[in-house]
């Protein structure tokens, strides 16, 4: 989940910016969808929808992410699972998403059924800051 950004922006600018997005969420833009696990949250994800207006069927996943001590109890498969349930009751048909490539990602997106449409190099950076490939991803939902 924007695995270079902790490390460019600091932890303070970090928190501050998901503090001032979730704070000024437009369900009409924006879902935020969270995991919790005895009431603490161990995952996330947004769903953002198109602006044009000739794609309102089409979302963007962005920031999924799970704590990596709950890893490998489902809560991904969960979480995009859900993911793909609000955006099918927002009319939406189509998804896409980005992931560092040659990632651990990778393989969990194939897993529930996306499908990559190739490799941008250079997309973003790593927390070192290594600028990295991007994987990019779809799935269409169906009924």
């Known amino acids: 989940m924007a695995l270079g950004a902790l490390a460019s922006m600091g932890r303070s600018v970090l928190e501050r ?3 001032d997005l979730v704070a ?3 369900e009409r833009e924006r879902l935020l969808l969270v995991g919790e696990e005895e009431g603490k949250v161990v995952g996330m994800a947004h769903v953002v929808f198109s602006g044009a207006t000739n794609a309102d069927h089409r979302a963007e996943v962005q920031r999924v992410g799970v704590a990596t001590e709950v890893r490998g109890r489902g809560i991904g498969q969960d979480l ?7 955006a099918r009751e927002h009319g939406v048909t189509l998804l896409w998403l980005t992931t ?3 990632s651990d990602a990778c393989a969990f997106y194939e897993a529930i059924g996306y499908t990559r449409m190739g490799t941008m190099p250079n997309y973003s950076r790593r927390p070192d800051g290594t ?13």
Request: net charge negative.
């Open 17 to 19: 910016s998901y503090r």
């Open 24 to 26: 000024g969420l437009d």
């Open 80 to 86: 995009m699972s859900a993911v793909e349930e609000a």
């Open 100 to 102: 560092h490539a040659d």
């Open 131 to 143: 600028l990295w490939p991007g994987a990019f991803y779809f799935k269409e939902l169906f009924a």
